[in-house]
């Protein structure tokens, strides 16, 4: 029988205090992840973080360049945010962005017919919020973990939590027969090639949203 996969993933860095830690745990466990940074993150200071993450085998995907709501803005406000994100991430990683989160998991017609990558959503744990404790972190993911899916947590600015979840969760996962991997590796694993109007949070989604994630 195959072993089982899962794709962690990560919005809103790059952040010194919370990516490093995180990468740190990446190492460690020789595990990589892919990471949804904010174009404007992108500073003469995160540049190296991601560059590091990069080296390290994890991805760099678009979560857009100010993470705004982008069902608001016009097909040229669109392709100005996903063009200058893709350029950033470029200058760092020498290849463009494959996959987009969209802010806020927010969507529109304008946004499919303007941007040309596939849509990544997953199933979440709410790790934005400070209220969720780390032990709820931890909960949530085994409680959502499956064959195939994406995770989504945050790497935002002072999201300590999280990193202390990942810490507990490597392992945890590892034991339950999960093997991780990139969001690339999770669709080429797989054999398949991500379609269009799809948010995606598994790899063999096949409807807009997935029925059983919250994202």
Known sequence: MPQKIIALT???GPHPETTLPLLDILAENRVCASFFVIGENLTPETVPVTRRAFDMGCEICSHSLTHSDMTAFTPAQIRQEMDE????IARV????????RPPYIAVN???WQTIPLPFIAGYGVRD???AVSEDARVAGVLQKARDGAVILLHDAEE???TV???RRLIPLL???GYAFVTVSQLFASRGIQPAHRILYSHAAQTTLYAEDADE
């Not at 990683?93 to 987009?100: E, L, M, V, Y």
């Open 10 to 12: 990560f919005d809103d």
């Open 85 to 88: 994100t893709a350029r950033r």
């Open 93 to 100: 990683t020498g290849q463009p962005p494959r996959f987009f």
């Open 109 to 111: 017609e304008t946004m």
């Open 128 to 130: 934005f919020d400070d």
């Open 159 to 161: 999201n300590f939590k």
């Open 164 to 166: 202390g979840a990942v």
């Open 174 to 176: 590892r034991a339950e």
